[in-house]
């Protein structure tokens, strides 16, 4: 596998269109914008990561960014193998999620597959 260096907020900026990244032409993430909405779909992540903070962790650490896609309108939306998975931002509806994270600008739509990306992430 090759190395490269991919800005962590450059999906931010993607104003329409769509990204693949493949790896041994295997798909490992695909990057897409419709309208207001930047998607993330994660097919399959080639490494593990040891020493990793556990989910919780990472989404009140999203709540930062959550806030800041709100304020500009714009939702991220992740996906696992097509099935959404968390919404960030503008278009969520936190319901119970709000008493984890403490934000209205994350919605969990599927804990178990947020537990089962949580674990390749």
Request: net charge positive; with cysteine.
């Amino acid at each position: 596998m090759k190395s490269f260096d991919l800005p962590v907020n450059f999906l931010y900026y993607l104003e329409s269109g769509s990204i693949k990244i493949t790896c041994d032409n295997s798909p490992m993430i695909n990057f897409r914008v419709e309208g207001n909405s930047k998607i993330i779909d994660v097919e399959d992540i080639p490494i593990s990561i040891s020493k990793k903070p556990g989910l919780f962790k990472k989404l009140s650490v999203a709540k930062g960014l959550a806030k800041s896609l709100k304020q500009d309108n714009i939702t991220l939306e992740v996906r696992l193998h097509g099935e959404t998975v968390l919404k960030l931002g503008a278009d969520t509806n936190p319901k119970l999620a709000k008493i984890v994270t403490l934000s209205d600008s994350i919605e969990i739509t599927n804990l178990k597959l947020l537990k089962k990306l949580g674990g390749l992430i």
